[in-house]
């Protein structure tokens, strides 16, 4: 870091950088056109963008896109001002008392000399008494519906596996596989689309609970099959486009020959 900025100097520039962007007089009249729901979307980009440069190692352009996160949660707090609702400091202080309630073997009298495994006991008694508080009684209440699905399906799961609720180990799992697998060939041959979608669904539930009993991430699984493929298929573009051609006028034969030089120069 070539010049050390003041952090809070810098947070009131951005505030009031956003504050006037909203202005309904002098502002930019797409800043001030958005409300909550048109800015989340935004929000959820900009989270998978600082994990794709994370995934890059792209160091240098992190802190842009870290910014780029925190102006979402800048924007956020600028539009609950204007309606009246919480301002930044309410965010920022909500987020301190969660940490320091979350963490009484650091900020407490609690001793810091226990187990991971015990560590992540408290964490969830912690987190227990907070979903008591907003009336989170379910045992999944609270699983936010707008995580990524697998995701979402992964977090679902585990929240069931602390009451008792699965199967034993991932044998159990890749025997309901086989069973679900079946139930979408049935309905792909007899049920019609709706029940097709359904056990498409299920499948790929059982899926992520296979990657939950294994230890893998389905979600950071997916992404690395997702990248795989991207390599792949450039190579394939590029060993096309060194005689002059495109994929469309190749053929499935011919790019997947291509396809199996590059998985087997990668292995090399």
Request: aromatic share 6%.
């Amino acid at each position: 870091m070539a010049e050390r900025r003041d952090p809070a100097t810098e947070l009131t520039r951005l505030l009031d950088i956003m504050a006037a962007l909203r202005d309904p007089d002098t502002g930019c009249p797409w800043d001030v056109e958005q409300d909550f729901a048109s800015i989340a979307p935004y929000t959820i980009e900009e989270a998978h963008e600082v994990e794709d440069a994370i995934q890059r190692q792209a160091w240098d352009e992190l802190p842009g896109e870290l910014g780029d996160l925190l102006l979402q949660v800048v924007f956020q707090a600028q539009i609950a001002r204007e309606a009246g609702m919480f301002d930044f400091a309410d965010c920022a202080a909500a987020i301190s008392d969660k940490l320091v309630f979350r963490h009484p073997h650091v900020f407490g009298s609690e001793n810091r000399d226990k187990s991971a495994e015990q560590q992540v006991k408290d964490w969830e008694a912690i987190k227990a008494v907070e979903r008591a508080g907003k009336a989170e009684r379910g045992t999944l209440d609270g699983v936010a519906l707008g995580l990524p699905a697998l995701t979402r399906a992964l977090k679902l799961q585990n929240r069931a596996a602390r009451v008792g609720f699965d199967w034993p180990g991932p044998g159990d799992v890749l025997a309901k596989i086989t069973e679900e697998t079946a139930e979408l060939v049935e309905a792909r041959d007899s049920l019609g689309p709706e029940a097709m979608e359904e056990e498409f669904g299920d499948l790929l539930f059982v899926m992520a609970n296979l990657g939950r009993h294994l230890k893998i991430d389905p979600e950071q699984a997916l992404r690395r099959a997702n990248a795989k493929f991207t390599r792949r298929f450039g190579a394939i573009e590029a060993a096309l486009a060194a005689e002059g051609r495109r994929p469309e006028d190749s053929d499935l034969a011919e790019m997947d020959r291509l396809w199996d030089a590059a998985k087997a120069a990668e292995r090399a």
